[in-house]
């Protein structure tokens, strides 16, 4: 269900890490850019939002992959596709270290919240009137930022906010309980997904809701093969 590196295209390489995208990638970014034209005089701020998103989801896997490495664990790829971006992180089997390693990617969007929703109201206050564009621009980039911080931090497994979850009850329940308990939990999240994707006719949460839904199975099973080892 996640996206492979084998079918992505490469970019470039930071700190040993393997950054690509996957080439559908492409295609939703076009379909993207084209369904939002009017909110900007030029559709090339369309294209400048498109790659701010591009930007933010990447600084977000960077967390993950940067705070994996320091808790001794492996992290050498991301791959971003239409759904978001993939950090394939692998931390010691300790609840402090996955801990770490998935909050880190929602702290990111946590700093980077004030420093963009100053500079929206900076923009908006002195470059209203001689760039409309890039004070528009600015303010869609913030809501970008503080909307995926939201969103992610749902307590619905596999988000980060279920995957936090879980984590956090790794402590008192062990490994194989907390999974247990946060993919029963995603599961009534995957249903809220699917009946908005209903309620709003939105494919993009229709495949949220499926790739949630899969993801939550897949936990659940091996939440109940690690029941059975211990």
């Known amino acids: ?51 701010a998103l591009f930007g933010i989801v990447l600084l977000h896997e960077f967390g993950h992959s940067l705070a994996c490495r320091q808790t001794g664990g ?17 931390p010691p089997q300790r609840p402090g270290a996955q801990l770490w390693s998935i909050a880190a990617g929602p702290l990111v969007n ?9 500079l929206s109201y900076l923009a908006s206050r002195h470059w209203a009137q001689s760039a409309p564009d890039t004070v528009e621009l600015i303010r869609q980039v913030a809501r970008i930022n503080l909307g995926l911080l939201i969103f992610n931090l749902l307590p619905i497994y596999p988000l980060d906010g279920g995957q936090i979850l879980r984590s956090l009850l790794w402590f008192p329940l062990g490994r194989a309980r907390s999974l247990l308990v946060a993919t029963a939990l995603g599961f009534v999240g995957v ?13 993009w949460f229709g495949l949220l809701a499926y790739f949630a839904g899969v993801q939550c199975w897949n936990g659940f099973r091996h939440a109940r093969a690690l029941a059975q080892l211990e």
Do not use: K
């Open 74 to 90: 492996q992290a050498d790829t991301i791959v971003l596709w239409p759904l978001g971006g993939v950090a394939f992180v692998s």
């Open 1 to 51: 269900m996640l996206p492979s590196p084998a079918g992505a295209l490469p970019l470039f390489r930071f700190r040993g890490i393997a950054v690509s995208v996957h080439w559908t990638w492409f295609l939703v970014a076009l379909y993207e850019v084209q369904t939002r034209q009017g909110l900007y005089r030029s559709p090339i701020w369309n294209a400048y939002e498109y790659l």
């Open 110 to 118: 946590a700093v980077l919240w004030p420093v963009l929703a100053g």
């Open 191 to 203: 249903v809220g997904m699917a009946w908005l994707a209903l309620h709003w006719e939105s494919l």
